[in-house]
Every structure is written in structure tokens, then in C-alpha cells.
């Protein structure tokens, strides 16, 4: 059996869709686990009314909003499944991910844990991009200074979180499982072909986080680096107003620059992604680190 991890929050406009594009996998031997954290919206209603349908889903809810990655430690925790796979409530997985990930895993022992490509649709469901990562272990080993390797929609066996550990620290969370995960000599990879697709909108995890990401991201790497990632205290990260500011203007003018570098407009693109850098330092190492990636990525491609 497989274990699909949904933690839910405040998304009644999109739960339904996830939940659907779950039940009609081709892969059936699933339990859904789906936990609730505390919406203050209809999420709850919803999920319990897809729960009296289909058997497979065991719906729960904290009762005070708990945060991502403890209320994906709970769900885990309430998982019975020998693999597990994590959904986000506002996505949607392609009808084979789950047969095809599980094929990957058995045909491939050697390997602890897989993600794939994915396709990015805005709040409409329009698709708006795609997602391409590096495929094997040796390279995306090499990238874990400049991004996560793998997308959270990794799969795996759960006695790699028995081995590991659970979720930790938000919003790095996903960066310091792999970096750990590797630490312990587990072997990565992705699957090239997209089997899933992810809504960028505003007020969910990736929108939410940015400023506080940046600087999780830089001290857990060198946690990483530096061996002592069981040591890694994330509570000292402050809040600084103005440089959130900063930061947050600077990340529009950064998507504005990636925007018209797609449409072919280098110069306005290039102003754009320049003024982003200079506003603030944050972003200026965010897109130093996106910019050494794709250098990487193109050598590999040569």
C-alpha cells in the first residue's frame, strides 16, 4: 500500500480538484491521509464529504493551525502504507504518478527516493510552464548549494523517515530532509517526463515564505557542509521589516524579469532581474544561485 499525504490549508477553491485527480490514479492500493490545519474556510467540509464516498481517505484536523511541516509529521504518523507519496491540496497529479513512481522504485532498488518534472498552472489551471530537473543522483548531488534537488513530491518507502527522521523546519523543510537524506547515503533521482502539476497562486506555501526561505535555505546548506545538520536551529532566523519590504518588492520585479526574458524581450527582462538585484541582497543571491544552476545544467546538456 501507498500512503498519500495531503496537509490542507484554506483551499475550498481547489481541494476538490486535488482530491479527484488522487482517487482516479491508476495505482489504487492507496490511503489517502488527509489533515485538516484548522481552515478557516469550507477545506474541512469538503474533504469530510469526499471521506463518506471513498473509504480510502482518513480525514483528520488539528484543532489550532499547527503549520506545514507538523501537520505533514502528523499524517506520516498516521500512515499504515510501506511507501509514501506527498500531494499538496491545491495541486493536481497526472492520472499514472503514482503507478509510475512505484514502477520506478521497483525496478530500480538501488534508489531510495524519486520525484519528477513538473508543470506549473497558474490559479486558473492555465499551464504556464514546465519544470525540468536534473535526472541522476551524481548531478543533482552538485546542485544542493543552489537549490533543492528534488521537488516535495518525492516518493519513497517510509522506513526512510523511521531512518532519517520527520519534517523539521519550515519552510526548508523538503531541502533539510534531502540534505539529510543524502548525508546518510540515500540515492536520489527524478523522472524527466512532468507527472504533476503545481498551482502557483498567491497566499500558498511558496508565496508565503520567500524572505525567511532565503536565509532557511543559506544556514541549513552550511549546516550541511559543515556536518552538523542534527545541530541546525532555525529559531535565530529574525524578522526584519524593511528588508522583508525590500524583499518582497524585489521578488515582483524578479518574476517580471523572468516574464519577458520567456517572451524574448532580453533588454526589459534584464532590467528587471538587475533592479531586483540591487534592491535587495537576498534576492541578488537567489538569483546568483538560479543563474550558477543553469550554467550547470547547460554543461551537462553539452
Avoid at 65 to 78: E, M, P, R, Y
Avoid at 192 to 199: D, E, F, Q
Wanted: charged share 25%; proline share 3%.
Amino acid at each position: 500500500m501507498i500512503s498519500v499525504l495531503i496537509p490542507a490549508y484554506n483551499v475550498e477553491k481547489y481541494v476538490a480538484e486535488a482530491l479527484d485527480s488522487i482517487i482516479k490514479q491508476t495505482f489504487n492500493d492507496i490511503e489517502i491521509i488527509i489533515v485538516d490545519d484548522c481552515s478557516t474556510d469550507n477545506t474541512y467540509n469538503i474533504c469530510k464529504e469526499y471521506s463518506g464516498k471513498d473509504n480510502r481517505i482518513k480525514l483528520f484536523q488539528n484543532n489550532k493551525n499547527q503549520g506545514i511541516a507538523h501537520t505533514l509529521n502528523i499524517a506520516l504518523n498516521k500512515s499504515i502504507g510501506k511507501y509514501i507519496i506527498r500531494m499538496d491540496a491545491d495541486d493536481i497529479s497526472l492520472p499514472h504518478r503514482i503507478e509510475i513512481m512505484y514502477d520506478f522504485l521497483i525496478k530500480n532498488p538501488s534508489i531510495d527516493i524519486v520525484s519528477s518534472s513538473t508543470i506549473t498552472i497558474d490559479e486558473n489551471g492555465k499551464e504556464i510552464g514546465e519544470y525540468i530537473p536534473l535526472e541522476k543522483h551524481k548531478d543533482l548531488i552538485k546542485t544542493l548549494q543552489w537549490a533543492t534537488p528534488l521537488l516535495h513530491i518525492w516518493m519513497c518507502k517510509k522506513n526512510i523517515y523511521e531512518k532519517i527522521g520527520n519534517y523539521r523546519f519550515p519552510p526548508v523543510e523538503d531541502y533539510d530532509f534531502i540534505l539529510r537524506c543524502v548525508s546518510n547515503g540515500l540515492v536520489i533521482h527524478n523522472i524527466i517526463n512532468p507527472l504533476y502539476k503545481v498551482r502557483i497562486r498567491n497566499g500558498n506555501t511558496a508565496d508565503s515564505y520567500g524572505f525567511k526561505q532565503i536565509k532557511a535555505f543559506e544556514l541549513t546548506y552550511k549546516a550541511y557542509k559543515n556536518h552538523r545538520l542534527d545541530n541546525l536551529n532555525l529559531s535565530r532566523i529574525s524578522s526584519n521589516n524593511i528588508k522583508e519590504k525590500q524583499y518582497q518588492f524585489s521578488r515582483k520585479l524578479y518574476f517580471k524579469g523572468t516574464y519577458h526574458l520567456k517572451l524574448g524581450n532580453k533588454i526589459r527582462g534584464g532590467l528587471f532581474l538587475l533592479s531586483s538585484a540591487i534592491l535587495s541582497s537576498y534576492q541578488l543571491r537567489y538569483i546568483y544561485r538560479r543563474f550558477m544552476l543553469q550554467i550547470y545544467k547547460k554543461k551537462l546538456s553539452q
